[in-house]
C-alpha cells in the first residue's frame, strides 16, 4: 500500500528526469524553452505590475482549486 500512495510522486519525478535528459541532450530545444521564458517575461514586465497581481490570482486559484479537490470526498 505505501508504494501505491507513492506513485504520483514517482511519475513526477521520472517526468522531471526525462525533461531534464531531454533539455541537456537538444540543443535546439533548449535554446526554444529558454527563449519562450524570456518571452513570458519580458510580456510580464510590459504589463506590470498588473500583470505580476494576475500571475499570483492565478497561481493562487490554481492552488485553492488542487487542495480542494484533494479534500473532496470520493
Do not use: C, H, W
Not at 9 to 24: V, W
Not at 26 to 38: C, D, I, Q, T
Not at 44 to 54: A, C, E, H
Request: net charge positive; hydrophobic share 50%; no cysteine.
Amino acid at each position: 500500500m505505501e508504494l501505491r500512495q507513492s506513485k504520483p510522486m514517482i511519475r513526477a519525478f521520472s517526468l522531471l528526469g526525462m525533461t531534464s535528459g531531454f533539455l541537456i541532450i537538444s540543443p535546439y530545444l533548449r535554446e526554444s524553452v529558454l527563449n519562450g521564458f524570456a518571452q513570458v517575461a519580458a510580456g510580464l514586465d510590459k504589463y506590470s505590475p498588473y500583470s505580476y497581481v494576475g500571475v499570483a490570482l492565478a497561481l493562487l486559484g490554481g492552488l485553492v482549486a488542487a487542495l480542494y479537490r484533494a479534500s473532496a470526498p470520493r
